[in-house]
C-alpha cells in the first residue's frame, strides 16, 4: 500500500526572506488593529450622534413656539410639533412645501418675502406678525422671527422662522385690562363710600357741636318767657 503524499507548506516567492514576510505580516496587523480601532471610533461617533439627534428632537417637540426651517427659496426643510398641530398637517407632509402654504388666504404673501428680504439685508433675526391657518382653516396671529442661516463661506443657505401664536397672549391682555378696569370702578366706589363716610362723621360732628348751644338757647327762651309772663 502506497503512502500518501504529506502537503508541502508553500514556498516563498524566489527572492523574498523571511524578513520580508514578518514585516509583511506585521503591516497587515498593524493595519487590521487601525481598521478595528476606526470601527470602534464610528460606532461610538454614530452612538454620540444618534444621541445628539434625540436631544434635539426632544428640544423641538417640547417646544411651545412653533419653528420652521426653510431654504433660501423659502421651502420647508424641517418643522416642530408645534407646528404640525397647529397647522393640523404632519411633518412629511409639510417638507418641500413653500412658506406660503401656512399662510391663511386673508394674510399677504408680500409680509413673508418682506420678512425674509430683512432679515437677510439686516443679517440679524426680524419680527412680523403673521395670520397662519389652523387645522380648521381659521385664521391664527403668530408673532414671527426670521433669523438666516449661512454655510461656512458665510453664504445664505435658507432661514429659520420661530413664532409664537398670539392669541392667547392677547386674550390674557383683554382679560388683564377688564381686571384693571373692574379694580379702577372698584376704587372709585371705595373712594366715594369713604367720602359719604366722611360727610357722616363731619354732619354728626356739626351736628353735635351745635346741639350744645341750641340747647342753651331754647332753655334761655323758656326762662324769657317766664319773665316776660311776670313783667306783664
Known amino acids: ?3 500518501r503524499a504529506q502537503p508541502q507548506p508553500p514556498s516563498h516567492p524566489e527572492g523574498v526572506g523571511d524578513d520580508t514576510w514578518l514585516d509583511v505580516i506585521h503591516k ?3 493595519v487590521y488593529s487601525q481598521l478595528l480601532r476606526d470601527e470602534v471610533a464610528l460606532e461610538q461617533k454614530n ?3 444618534e444621541a445628539s439627534q434625540q436631544f434635539i428632537y426632544g428640544l423641538l417637540s417640547s417646544m411651545s413656539d412653533v419653528l420652521v426651517a426653510a431654504n433660501a427659496q423659502g421651502l420647508i426643510e424641517q418643522t416642530n410639533q408645534a407646528l404640525c398641530e397647529l397647522a393640523g398637517r404632519s411633518e412629511d407632509a409639510l417638507l418641500g412645501a413653500p412658506m406660503q402654504a401656512l399662510l ?3 394674510q399677504d404673501g408680500a409680509a413673508l418675502q418682506d420678512m425674509m428680504h ?3 439685508t439686516l443679517r440679524q433675526g426680524h419680527s412680523v406678525e403673521l395670520m397662519l391657518s389652523d387645522a380648521a382653516g ?4 403668530v408673532d414671527f422671527t426670521a433669523t438666516p442661516r449661512y454655510d461656512s463661506r458665510r453664504r445664505c443657505i435658507g432661514y429659520v422662522f420661530v413664532g409664537r401664536p398670539t392669541a392667547e397672549i392677547q386674550r390674557a391682555y383683554r382679560q388683564l385690562h377688564e381686571a ?3 379694580l379702577k370702578r372698584t376704587q372709585q366706589q371705595l373712594l366715594h363710600a369713604e367720602k359719604m363716610s366722611s360727610l357722616g362723621r363731619l354732619v354728626a360732628g356739626v351736628a353735635h357741636e351745635l346741639n350744645n348751644p341750641i340747647s342753651f338757647v331754647l332753655g ?3 326762662a324769657l318767657n317766664r319773665y316776660t309772663q311776670r313783667l306783664r
Open 118 to 120: 430683512r432679515a437677510l
Open 28 to 30: 497587515m496587523d498593524e
Open 104 to 106: 391663511h388666504p386673508s
Open 47 to 49: 452612538a454620540q450622534l
Open 180 to 182: 384693571h378696569e373692574a
Open 138 to 141: 381659521q385664521p391664527v396671529p
Open 1 to 3: 500500500m502506497t503512502e
Open 220 to 222: 334761655n327762651v323758656h
